[in-house]
Nanobody, 122 residues
């Protein structure tokens, strides 16, 4: 299983970025793909997730209304569109794959990508 995250960068407060997570190596039809982030000195935290097929999207309260998770089946890629970015969104962002029934907690996710840095300047 490979999850390749990309799209991070430096952006000013109020700006936008779109992260991509390219998935390969196994069928993901019974999986949920999630985005997590980890700021320096802090624990990794849940951002958003969506089942590979059907189901409901889930977001952390801190990003609701600003971030949108979506998927392109043809490209086996999950996206995280981030708007109205704030300095507190600065972190390394990871995509991960877990069971369809996951509640969005780190220990339930089995496969992790390498992370992409997002830095928001004030």
């Amino acid at each position: 299983v490979q999850l390749q995250a990309s799209g991070g960068g430096l952006v000013q407060a109020g700006g936008s970025l779109r992260l991509s997570c390219a998935a390969s190596g196994r069928p993901f039809s019974s999986s949920t793909i999630g985005w997590f982030r980890q700021a320096p000195g802090k624990e990794r935290e849940f951002v958003a997730q969506m089942p590979w097929i059907g189901g409901f999207k889930k977001y952390a309260d801190s990003v609701k209304g600003r971030f949108t998770i979506s998927k392109d089946n043809a490209k086996s890629t999950v996206y995280l569109q981030m708007t109205s970015l704030q300095p507190e969104d600065t972190a390394v962002y990871y995509c991960a794959a877990g069971p369809r029934s996951t509640l969005g907690v780190v220990p339930e996710y089995n496969y992790w990508g390498q992370g992409t840095q997002v830095t928001v300047s004030s």
